[in-house]
């Protein structure tokens, strides 16, 4: 089978995502603006914040300890739509959740957004169940390989360069914008010896 030049030339990217982090959705907006205008593949992956932060005390992303197994349950049905449907499936679920749960607020989301992604509503049923967690585990162990446990969600691999935690964006760039910041982190991602750029959390905009 021969490969087109246009795929032997495009940049394939890997994006560990938690899908019940807004920063994280934002991140991924951005990505979808990237995939427009520079010629990238990604590949969608899952992370779980639970499983970073399961040997605290205190959970940073449910400090209350209220929300347990449904913090999870959205991450392992994002692992069986991989496993069962594939990577675009995934991009298309990750796209149609994100759009409910952080952009409408909408955290019942979860059916709705398996209809909009044209995928069977019986993946749900795989939400509330230990099923997907090993799956879930090996994905986000394989993140962590990479960046380490200090950092969080997103993590982003390109392909011939390395891989970085985050960016974290708060709005979303759009159109050549996207394309800019896409070319700083390929320089970043490239470069054996930078560690880290940070400044304060900004207010989320989802645009």
Known sequence: MNVSDTERHRVHVDFWFDPVCPYTWLTSRWLREVERVRDIAVRWRVMSLAAL???RDVDPEDPEGLYGEYMKAHGRVCAAVRERHGNEALGRYFDALGAHLHARQDWSGMAAALAEAGLPA???SVAMTAE???A???SHEAAVALVGDDVGTP????????ALFGPV???APRGEAAGR???GVVLMAGEPGFHEFRRPYGELDFG
Do not use: I
């Open 53 to 55: 932060n399961e040997d």
């Open 136 to 138: 879930v585990r090996a």
């Open 181 to 183: 910041l896409w070319d």
């Open 122 to 124: 019986g993946l749900v």
């Open 155 to 162: 993590v982003l691999r390109v392909e011939g360069a390395g």
């Open 132 to 134: 997907y967690d090993a």
């Open 169 to 171: 964006v708060s709005p």
